[in-house]
Structures are given as C-alpha cells and as structure tokens.
C-alpha cells in the first residue's frame, strides 16, 4: 500500500474551484488512486478513481501527472455542502489491507 | 438495494461489558473491513476479511475480535469493553479486489462508560 501525504487543512469559498493534492512518491505500476469524500457522522463515500491522465464524472475530476507520483482533486465551484474531510487511497491488485490517511478537512466559507 | 447495513446504530456500554456490532452486506463482495473513528480524526483499520473463513488484523485491533463465516456477515465483537473504545466504528465491503471501490455502512456509535 503506497504512503500518501495530502495537506491537513484547507480553506475556500463558495463558487471556486478547488485543488487537492496528493502525493504518493511510491506508487506501484499496478496502483489505482482513489479519492472519498466524508461527512461528520458518516462513512466516507467513493468520489472518484483513476490510474493516469485525467478522470471525470459529475462530482470532480481527477489529474494524474505522467509519473503517477502524486495526482490533484479538483472540484468545481464548490458549495457549503462541500465542506468535509477527503481522503486520497492508493492501492493495487495486491493489496488487502486498506488504511486510510488523516485526509485534508476542506472547510468552504459563504 | 440495502448495500452495508450495520446495527446497532448507538449504544453505551459500562466498563467491562462485552457486545457484537453486526455488519451484513447483500453485493456479495469478497472484502470486508472495519474501521474506527475517534472524535476529529481519522479512520483506523481494526480487521479485515477477504473472505468466509478468511480474517487478519489491522493497525488497531487489540480489544477486538471478528468471524467471517458467511460472505455477507462480518461481526465485530468487543470483550471487556474500556473507555478507550468509544468511538464510531464503520464497515465497509469491496467488491473483486481491495483496491476497487469501498461502500461504508451508516456507522456505529459506541460510549463506553
């Protein structure tokens, strides 16, 4: 299981978009990188996964330089409902244990 | 589609009392996992399955034990339980590899007094 460091804290306002940053300088060539997203009093859930390049759905997108050492969460004109904690994963086809990290507190201010 | 559910959804324990927080999931994934979420911080891994018959510790699990004999079920139990312990404890399932997605249960949590 790669180690990830993502910044602890965050601040932002309604209507920008925000980056969030992982870096994951020991990730394997089979590793997949995924991203959740969790609320105070609930679990977390799935936002979005990749493994190079660009990924995005209706929620967010997902950059993935050429060397996969780190990959950024972007998430458009975010919105109050947006404040949460979001944890960046990586893990692979050999990987049982699944350990998250501290994960960056994203607080959005009107 | 009930997806992980978990019961009970609150409980206070005294000191030294024992309990099983139950987890099922109806997706037929082979991973399962609990967690532990202390008051502003982050999840901790206490065990984990990755299938009937098939159990291993995570970073925490002193205090705790869990069975995996049927797919869908995956109880943790807590024997003599110790303030330490109150926390919010969250399941989850994966489904073919470990690395795929991860669906949470509803949580639950526990005071031990």
């Known amino acids: 299981l790669a180690k990830t460091t993502q910044p602890i804290s965050m601040d932002s306002y309604e209507g920008q978009e925000v980056n969030i940053t992982c870096s994951h300088n020991n990730i394997a060539t089979n590793d997949y990188i995924t991203w959740y997203q969790q609320f105070p009093s609930q679990g977390p859930r799935f936002i979005i996964q990749g493994y190079k390049t660009k990924v995005t759905n209706e929620v967010a997108s997902l950059f993935i330089p050429a060397d996969r050492k780190s990959s950024t969460l972007s998430l458009p004109r975010v919105s109050l409902s947006d404040t949460a904690v979001y944890y960046c994963?990586?893990?692979?086809?050999?990987?049982?244990?699944?350990?998250f990290g501290k994960g960056t507190r994203l607080h959005i201010l009107p | 589609n009930a997806g992980v559910t978990q019961t009970p959804k609150f409980r206070i324990l005294k000191i030294g009392q024992s309990m099983t927080l139950q987890c099922t999931q109806d997706?037929?994934?082979?991973?399962m996992y609990w967690y532990r979420q202390d008051p502003g911080m982050g999840l901790k891994l206490i065990y984990y399955s990755v299938g009937a018959g098939i159990t291993d510790k995570g970073e925490v699990p002193n205090g705790y034990n869990v069975s995996r004999s049927t797919t869908e079920d995956f109880p943790l139990r807590l024997e003599l339980a110790a303030p330490s312990q109150t926390s919010v404890y969250f399941c989850?399932?994966?489904?073919?590899?470990?690395?795929?997605?991860?669906?949470f249960g509803p949580g639950t949590r526990l005071t031990v007094t």
């Open positions: 989850a399932s994966v489904g073919r590899l470990a690395s795929y997605e991860q669906y």
């Open positions: 997706m037929n994934h082979n991973y």
């Open positions: 994963l990586v893990a692979g086809d050999r990987d049982d244990k699944i350990i």
